[in-house]
């Protein structure tokens, strides 16, 4: 019975793969939200980057919140490799680092999440990365005459000679500056960049054109970013610092005596699931854990709640033993599972009022035989 609800299920493998792999290029495009007061990024590795056998790398990378950042997390295939407690701080951003080998070669996925020090989660930055694979070189192409046909010999283009200074791509031009660089509380300033020889440009988050502009208006001195992709790949950052001179702050009026509290019947947020990725095969193993970015509520986040789903072949989801998990105090939950099987998960949050947020999307994994 298990052996042909498994064959049902993986009928479809090739198709999943092509939507998996589609879905992979379109979740590359994502930038980190530019309105979130915390964000991440992996500097090291890079994404795609392939090496031909195991060996230790290091991940690094930087983070930057509207006060501190209070810690830094690093995921690898959905297990937590390692916590980073109060990262340094040097120009507004925190620099973490950390080092990690694999046991078997394969395609793994790594995580950063950063939290703030009012407990606010970054959305992840993901990078993949492959151990034990060698890009095939292409085979020349071998023309056979057929017999009787003289054939005309083309010349033989003659390598140019070699060169003893090894080509590289030029460096970025940059121009980054805030016009003007001091303004009074309340005023307003323009971060205009100007960068030539590069392929990505981006700001606060988000990916911009080579020349731009971002108008802000400010009450107090603020920090800003620019990331510069050059040619070959490697990334440079400049930082400006706009100075604020006075202060925004008015006289209130006096306040009113306070009003009766309403009673809360606002839903929280929803949870986002992050580990394990969407999509991730995972080597076959009797339990897995499942995160998500905690959220923040004004009564109160009380509990979470996790629903798992595993199918049985033709689109049919049922509920996997032991899949209803209630009352969970943290971000994280564990579920037994079983090789041969893939799983949906999904989680909501409950505030101190009893109000349920919507269930969170749907996200997939695979737990393979071997």
């Known amino acids: 019975m298990f052996a042909e609800s498994f064959r049902l299920t993986l009928f479809p493998k090739v198709i999943f793969i092509s939507l998996l792999l589609c879905l992979t290029l379109l979740s590359g495009c994502r930038q980190t939200d ?33 006060d501190m950042v209070k810690s830094v997390e690093i995921w690898v295939n959905g297990e937590l490799l390692d916590v980073i407690n109060n990262p340094p701080m040097q120009a507004g951003l925190a620099a973490f680092s950390t080092k990690w080998t694999p046991e078997t070669p394969g395609e793994y996925t790594i995580q950063a999440v950063a939290m703030g020090m009012d407990d606010t989660a970054s959305l992840p930055d993901v990078v993949r990365i492959t151990f034990g694979m060698e890009v095939p070189e292409p085979e020349e192409e071998l023309v056979v005459a057929e017999a009787g046909e003289p054939q005309d010999t083309p010349p033989v283009a003659e390598d140019p000679p070699a060169s003893d200074t090894p080509v590289t791509e030029p460096k970025a031009t940059i121009q980054f500056w805030a016009d003007p660089p001091q303004i009074e509380a309340g005023e307003c300033t ?29 009450c107090e001195n603020r920090l800003y970013t620019l990331r510069v992709f050059n040619l070959d790949g490697s990334e440079e950052r400049r930082t400006l610092e706009v100075r604020v001179t006075g202060s925004c702050v008015t006289p209130k009026p006096p306040s009113p005596p306070p009003a009766e509290p309403k009673p809360d019947t606002t839903p929280p947020p929803v949870p986002t699931p992050f580990a394990p990725a969407d999509g991730l095969d995972i080597a076959c193993k009797p339990e897995q854990s499942m995160a998500w970015l905690p959220v923040t509520d004004p009564s109160g986040i009380s509990e979470y709640r996790v629903e798992v789903q595993r199918h049985f072949g033709d689109n049919n989801w049922q509920p996997a033993p032991g899949g209803s998990l209630t009352g969970i105090q943290g971000k994280e939950a564990s579920v037994s599972v079983e090789c041969g099987w893939y799983y949906r998960w999904r989680v909501r949050a409950v505030d101190g009022a009893g109000n349920l947020s919507p269930w969170s999307d749907w996200s997939h994994f695979a737990i393979l035989l071997m």
């Open 34 to 66: 530019s309105e979130g007061s915390v964000t991440v990024w992996l500097d090291v590795p890079l994404n795609g980057l392939i090496f031909s056998e195991l060996q230790e790398i290091n991940i690094k990378g930087h983070s930057e919140a509207k």
């Open 190 to 218: 323009t971060i205009r960049w100007r960068v030539e020889n590069a392929s990505r440009v981006i700001f606060e988050g988000s990916e911009q054109p080579l020349a731009g502009n971002f108008r802000d208006c400010l």
